[in-house]
């Protein structure tokens, strides 16, 4: 069965230095997102990506993050300059193009970012 | 979104059924029901979702009161693998609405051996 990759599983950063999380969505879907969790918290959406734009955000998608899709089946996730609260679980998901937003998502395993 | 409201937990006993209730009486016509599960330390994954009319696949069904202000998914024989945090999410499939999913607290769902 077709399913989303994350690398790394684990990132440790220091405070203020660049980041990138990459995800292999799954090969037949156009729409990619990307959400985190603070630990013992919600997951929270960050951002959707679609035909190489941004196509929404959150609040907390500001502008130390960035997406990008650098080729045909890689998605990135970019944080500039990290800050101690960055500390969280990066999940990226998939949707398959469908007439209406009633369709799945399909997430990847996450990776735990840690900022010290 | 809309918003939904879940029980925190629930508890239930191994291949007995388990029936999770969710309350969104503020659903508007055009959103769908979906439910999400997260396993301990796994990205969430997708369960089911329905707009009207009752839905069943492999992992669970879906039973939708009505007049739609509530639903209730149910796992027919609960397995030790189904303990996970349950999330009920509605979803506009109009096209206008937000493509990103808003996740609640969920129901963290406890199976006994």
């Known amino acids: 069965e077709p399913e989303v990759t994350q690398t790394p599983s684990h990132q440790v950063t220091q405070m203020g230095q660049e980041v990138i999380l990459r995800c292999v969505p799954i090969s037949n879907h156009l729409y990619f997102y990307w959400y985190r969790q603070i630990l013992g918290q919600k997951v929270e959406f960050l951002v959707s990506f679609y035909n190489n734009e941004i196509s929404e955000k959150s609040e907390i998608f500001d502008d130390q993050f960035s997406v990008e899709r650098p080729d045909g089946s890689n998605f990135t996730l970019k944080i500039r300059s990290t800050k101690l609260e960055d500390s969280a679980m990066y999940f990226c998901a998939s949707r398959a193009l469908a007439g209406a937003l009633s369709y799945e998502q399909y997430f990847g395993p996450g990776t735990r970012l840690t900022v010290t | 979104d809309a918003k939904t409201t879940q029980p925190n937990s629930m508890e239930s006993n191994e291949e007995e059924p388990v029936h999770l209730p969710c309350n969104h009486s503020t659903i508007s016509g055009t959103d769908y029901i979906h439910w999400y599960r997260q396993l301990p330390s796994q990205g969430p994954e997708y369960v089911i979702h329905?707009?009207?009319s009752n839905v069943n696949n492999r992992m669970a069904s879906l039973a939708i009161a009505e007049d739609r202000k509530s639903s209730t998914l149910i796992l027919h024989r609960a397995t030790l693998r189904d303990a996970a945090v349950y999330y009920c999410?509605?979803?506009?499939?109009?096209?206008?609405?937000?493509?990103?999913?808003?996740f609640g607290k969920g129901t963290h769902l406890i199976i006994q051996p």
């Open positions: 329905g707009l009207t």
């Open positions: 999410i509605l979803r506009d499939g109009s096209g206008g609405g937000a493509d990103g999913l808003t």
